[in-house]
Each structure stands twice: as C-alpha cells, then as structure tokens.
C-alpha cells in the first residue's frame, strides 16, 4: 500500500506556472505508475498525466500537451507535475493516484490516492 500527500497548488494568474509534487510513503514507490487527475466543480475527474515506473513512458491529455509535464523522482518517492502556460480552464483540485498496472489512464485503475490540492487559474 502507499500513501500519497499533494503540494504546490495556490492561485496564479493566466499565462502563469505552478508545479505540483506528490511525495509517497512506503518503499515500493518505484513500482508504481503515477498519475495526476484533476476534478473541476460540478464536473467528473478526469486524467492530466501519467508516468511509467521508470519515468520512460508519459501520458497527457490532449487539453494540456506542451504545457504541461509529468517527472518524477524515484530516489525521493515524489512526483511532479509542471504546469505552465495556465489558463482558467485549469482550475480544478488535483490528485495524485497510484496503480500496479502498466500505464494506467482511467480513475478505476487507480487505487491509491491523495487527498487532493486546489489550483486556482484566474483571467
């Protein structure tokens, strides 16, 4: 099992960067994929980003391509999302999850979870 903490969300302005990390507990980080979701009010959540176990493999949404980026650290069981270029259709609360499988990108693959951070993007 692995426990997951988000940091860095906050309040920016459109045009602006914030990057989110995830810090996980327990000593099989590196076994598992990563991914960032994001829940917008009165919306479903959906998937941002993920990343393989070895950080080799990545996956983006079609909304955030060549804005933002997934990493991640497995000597310091952290992961990141930078986020730049933000506009006000980012704003949401974001997640971090974990999952066994290889490359997951749908929420039930994921079974591990943060408590979420607020990301609040304004025009």
């Known amino acids: 099992q692995v426990q997951l903490v988000e940091s860095g969300g906050g309040w920016v302005q459109a045009g602006g960067s914030l990057r989110l990390s995830c810090s996980a507990s327990?000593?099989?980080?590196?076994?598992?994929?990563m991914g960032w979701f994001r829940q917008a009010p009165g919306k479903e959540r959906d998937i941002v980003a993920a990343?393989?176990?070895?950080?080799?493999?990545?996956y983006y949404t079609d909304s955030v391509k060549g804005r933002f980026t997934i990493s991640r650290d497995n000597a310091k069981n952290t992961v990141y999302l930078q986020m730049n270029s933000l506009k006000p259709e980012d704003t949401a609360v974001y997640y971090c999850?974990?999952?066994?499988?290889?490359?997951?990108?749908?929420?039930?693959?994921?079974?591990?979870w943060g408590q979420g951070t607020q990301v609040t993007v304004s025009s």
């Open positions: 990343i393989s176990w070895s950080g080799s493999s990545t």
């Open positions: 327990g000593r099989t980080f590196s076994s598992y994929t």
């Open positions: 999850a974990a999952s066994r499988l290889v490359m997951a990108t749908i929420e039930m693959q994921y079974p591990y």
